[in-house]
């Protein structure tokens, strides 16, 4: 089945996010003006955080006030800890099984032919 698929500037607009097509927007991993200015600021006051921190696991009166900031004091030297994926009963690796038709339910082309208003070619 050959298939062309011709745009127009008349069923260009048709082609939308509303349809399922993202048209444009930032590239993939670019973070937003916002998000930028806001670790920005947040680092400002990284040093005296740590600091509070250091000052809360060793002086602090309470046991889980002193164990959370120790705990975030490692996170941020050396990373979380990993975290096993387990199967049922906590045993083991995790099982994943993938399967699929052989005929797939959905049909790209002929989704395409009907937001474009298009006939079925041959």
Do not use: C
């Not at 509303?18 to 200015?37: C, D, I, S, Y």
């Amino acid at each position: 089945m050959a298939f062309a698929l011709w745009l127009s500037a008349s069923n260009l607009d048709e082609l939308t996010m509303a349809k399922g097509l993202k048209t444009g927007g930032r590239k993939a991993g670019t973070p937003n003006k916002t998000t930028v200015e806001i670790r920005d600021a947040a680092r400002k006051h990284a040093k005296a955080a740590l600091a509070e921190l250091a000052r809360i696991m060793t002086k602090s009166t309470s046991d889980t006030a002193r164990i959370a900031a120790a705990r975030e004091l490692l996170d941020r030297a050396y990373g979380k800890a990993p975290q096993a994926m387990t199967g049922e009963g906590g045993e083991g690796p995790q099982e994943v099984k993938v399967s699929w038709d052989d005929k797939p339910s959905f049909n790209f082309v002929e989704h395409l032919q009907k937001v474009l208003g298009q006939p079925p070619r041959d």
